[in-house]
């Protein structure tokens, strides 16, 4: 059996489980979302897939409705500190809970559960990692963003769980590059094993 078939069974069992033993968990979150937050409890955001293709990624809402974005909000990576982040919603992102509702994602084929983290569309429309003066750099950005649309995106990888800081953006295309020149079922379950590690060390890094 080839690796992205495998990848894709291997996806739709732990998916599938997971949902299943998490499933007291999620309700207990939709509910506590409600009751302080109100309505929408998901997120939805227009996110790149495989071969460019876009998707609904889901999360749990975090933020205030409706409220507008500082004008010094990062692109690309949630920023911890931003004001419209709700108290329970802080907490959530903490524990890497607001993720969870993505293994819709990957039940839906849309995602899987190890990969390069799928960008936001609006980030790729108006990418602010290309607004350099070295055109070399610009080039090989653009083809990391293209390359990494070759693979479906994931629910957590090795950036996700490495030690370097989350602002460090060369290590974001170093481990991009990593895991899609070294993609096995090997480094995937790897990486789905250390990543309770980094959330309980608060080293995982958010993706967007």
Same mark, same amino acid.
């Given at each position: ?92 992102? =903490? ?8 293994? !819709? ?11 390069? =983290? ?10 602010? !990692? ?10 090989? =950005?653009?083809? !990391? ?26 290590? !974001? ?29 608060? =080293? ?5």
């Amino acid at each position: 059996m080839n690796y992205p078939r495998a990848k894709r069974i291997a996806d739709l069992l732990i998916a599938g489980m997971a949902v299943i033993a998490l499933a007291p968990l999620l309700l207990a979150v939709a509910v506590a979302l409600r009751i302080t937050q109100g309505r929408p409890v998901f997120f939805r955001q227009p996110r790149v897939g495989r071969d460019g293709a876009p998707f609904l990624l889901l999360k749990f809402r975090t933020m205030m409705d409706g409220a507008p974005a500082p004008p010094d909000a990062r692109p690309v990576r949630k920023d911890h500190a931003d004001p419209r982040i709700t108290p329970l919603g802080r907490l959530l992102r =903490r524990a890497a809970l607001d993720e969870l509702p993505q293994l !819709w994602n990957v039940l839906r084929g849309e995602m899987s559960l190890v990969g390069p =983290r799928p960008l936001p569309v609006a980030d790729l429309a108006h990418p602010a !990692w290309l607004a350099i003066a070295d055109a070399a750099e610009r080039a090989r =950005r653009a083809d !990391w963003a293209r390359a990494r649309q070759t693979v479906p995106p994931g629910l957590t990888g090795l950036w996700q769980i490495s030690p370097e800081p989350e602002t460090d953006f060369e290590n !974001w295309l170093v481990r991009d590059r990593d895991y899609l020149r070294r993609r096995s079922l090997a480094l995937d379950l790897y990486i789905l094993l250390v990543t309770p590690v980094a959330i309980l060390r608060g =080293r995982r890094k958010s993706g967007g």
